[in-house]
């Protein structure tokens, strides 16, 4: 079974630094999401990308973030100043979209990012 | 969106059904009702959708009844691996965005 692939498994970097998480959807999905959850918290919604620009983003997703599609495969998440409270789980997920009514979305297995 | 309503937590025990119960009074006539369940540390993963009636799948069955304002998830047998959270959502599209509540903590006991 297709499934989406995110790396590293587990980042740590220091406050103020630069950092680039990476996913690779499933290869016929066309639309790509990001989300996080903090531990312990709801898992909230960031950012989405269709045809290679944002579809709609969350009030967390601010100038700090910002998301890019570099090839035909991977979907990179990027954080330019880490802060703290930036350490979470990050999910990557992607779905067929299109005319399908579905609200299935395909998660990836999450980067751990832990901001020091 | 719809706004969904469901228990905190359920406890069961090996081999029990489960049954899961949502609300969403505010449910659009477009919306379906769709469920996720997430593992620790793991990413959510979808389960069952319907928009009303009964869908069953080989995982679990989903029931909506006509006026759509509820839907009941139900595991069969469960066992200990389906100690999860499990997320209900409303939504109209295959592109939009997720709306997480904080779910129903299922834990099944031996």
């Known amino acids: 079974e297709p499934e989406v692939t995110q790396t590293p498994s587990h980042q740590v970097t220091q406050m103020g630094q630069e950092v680039i998480l990476r996913c690779v959807p499933i290869?016929?999905?066309?639309?790509f999401y990001w989300y996080r959850q903090i531990l312990g918290q709801k898992v909230e919604f960031l950012v989405s990308?269709?045809?290679?620009?944002?579809?709609?983003k969350s009030e967390i997703f601010d100038d700090q973030f910002s998301v890019e599609r570099p090839d035909g495969s991977n979907f990179t998440l990027k954080i330019r100043s880490t802060k703290l409270e930036d350490s979470a789980m990050y999910f990557c997920a992607s779905s067929l979209g299109s005319q399908r009514l579905s609200y299935e979305q395909y998660f990836g297995p999450g980067t751990r990012l832990t901001v020091t | 969106l719809a706004k969904t309503t469901q228990p905190i937590s359920m406890d069961s025990y090996e081999g029990q059904e489960v049954n899961i119960t949502c609300s969403h009074n505010n449910i659009a006539t477009n919306d379906y009702i769709t469920w996720y369940q997430q593992f620790p540390s793991q990413g959510p993963r979808f389960i069952i959708q319907g928009y009303k009636t009964k869908v069953t799948n080989e995982v679990a069955s989903l029931f909506i009844p006509a006026d759509r304002k509820s839907s009941t998830l139900s595991l069969p047998r469960v066992s200990l691996s389906d100690t999860a959270v499990y997320y209900c959502?409303?939504?109209?599209?295959?592109?939009?965005?997720?709306?997480f509540g904080t779910g129903t903590r299922l834990l099944v006991s031996p």
């Open positions: 959502l409303g939504g109209n599209t295959g592109f939009q965005k997720l709306v």
């Open positions: 990308f269709y045809n290679n620009e944002i579809s709609e």
């Open positions: 290869s016929n999905h066309l639309y």
